[in-house]
């Protein structure tokens, strides 16, 4: 089995920071991409950050400048600073792994996993 557990958020001021983290534990091989989602009340999930298992990070338009991801291969963790935050940034924020498992008889599972999601609120 595999779990991810975020932690990091909260409320913030617009123009405020926070940093949210996501930890792999489990039967873990290998990890491929991670990543963060957020969504909002009424909205569908959306991407806000991707890296690579080689450290190549994508994000969209909305958070490009303001958002940085990044990961520790070693502890199988992934973070994700958020800078310069604005009320429309307010979400519910769930990280996920595309993670490997090897059996005993050497077949590999691969699968998405997500975490439970963290809320970030953005106000005044």
């Known amino acids: 089995q595999v779990q991810l557990a975020e932690s990091g958020g909260g409320l913030v001021q617009p123009g405020g920071s926070l940093r949210l983290s996501c930890a792999a534990s489990?039967?873990?091989?290998?990890?491929?991409?991670m990543g963060w989602y957020r969504q909002a009340p009424g909205k569908e999930r959306e991407l806000v950050a991707a890296?690579?298992?080689?450290?190549?990070?994508n994000y969209p338009d909305s958070v490009k400048g303001r958002f940085t991801i990044s990961r520790d291969n070693g502890r199988n963790t992934v973070y994700l600073q958020m800078n310069s935050l604005k009320p429309e940034d307010t979400a519910v924020y769930y990280c996920?792994?595309?993670?490997?498992?090897?059996?005993?008889?050497?077949?590999?599972?691969?699968?998405?996993?997500w975490g439970q999601g963290t809320q970030v609120t953005v106000s005044s």
């Open positions: 890296v690579t298992s080689g450290g190549i990070p």
């Open positions: 489990g039967s873990i091989f290998s990890i491929l991409t």
């Open positions: 996920n792994s595309d993670i490997v498992t090897r059996y005993s008889n050497g077949s590999d599972y691969h699968k998405r996993y």
